[in-house]
Every structure is written in C-alpha cells, then in structure tokens.
C-alpha cells in the first residue's frame, strides 16, 4: 500500500495497487516519481515533497522563510 496515494486522497484501487518505495528504499509510487520538489528539483528516484526535503530537513526553518531565502528575498 501506498501511504502517499492514501494520504493524498487517491482511490483504494490506486494506492493499494503499489507501494511507496521498494525494498532498496527507491520510491516506486508513480505519481510520487513524476513530482519534482519545488525546493530542490529532485525527481524519480529521489523524489519528495516539500515536508520532506533535505533542504528543509537541514534548515529546519518553515517553508516560508525557507521561500524567500532561497529566491533571496529574506
């Protein structure tokens, strides 16, 4: 099962019909792999949303603040 599909509101058809990552810990969710972080552009196999990027992670300021420093307007 898929956490993020179920998360997201997909259908039980959707996010029962995959898992998230593989064994490997490589993200497999389709949708998930398609999403480009707007934070860092990763994408595929490193996908992630905003909540979880190492950007973020590391800053550990809120995605605001985050926002503005990187378009260097804070």
Same mark, same amino acid.
């Given at each position: =099962?898929?956490?993020? $599909?179920?998360? *997201?509101? +997909? ?7 995959? *898992?998230?990552?593989? +064994?490997? /810990?490589?993200?497999? $969710?389709?949708?998930?792999? =398609?999403?480009?972080? !707007?934070? $860092? /552009?990763?994408? /595929?196999?490193? !996908? ?7 950007? *973020?992670?590391?800053?550990?300021? !809120?995605? +605001?603040?985050? *926002?503005?420093?990187? =378009?260097?307007? /804070?």
């Amino acid at each position: =099962m898929c956490h993020f $599909c179920k998360h *997201n509101g +997909e259908s039980r058809h959707v996010y029962c019909g995959h *898992n998230l990552k593989d +064994e490997q /810990g490589k993200i497999i $969710c389709p949708i998930l792999r =398609m999403y480009t972080c !707007s934070l $860092c /552009g990763a994408t /595929g196999d490193s !996908s992630h949303t905003r909540k979880y990027c190492p950007i *973020n992670k590391k800053k550990k300021i !809120s995605p +605001e603040k985050l *926002n503005a420093t990187l =378009m260097g307007t /804070g």
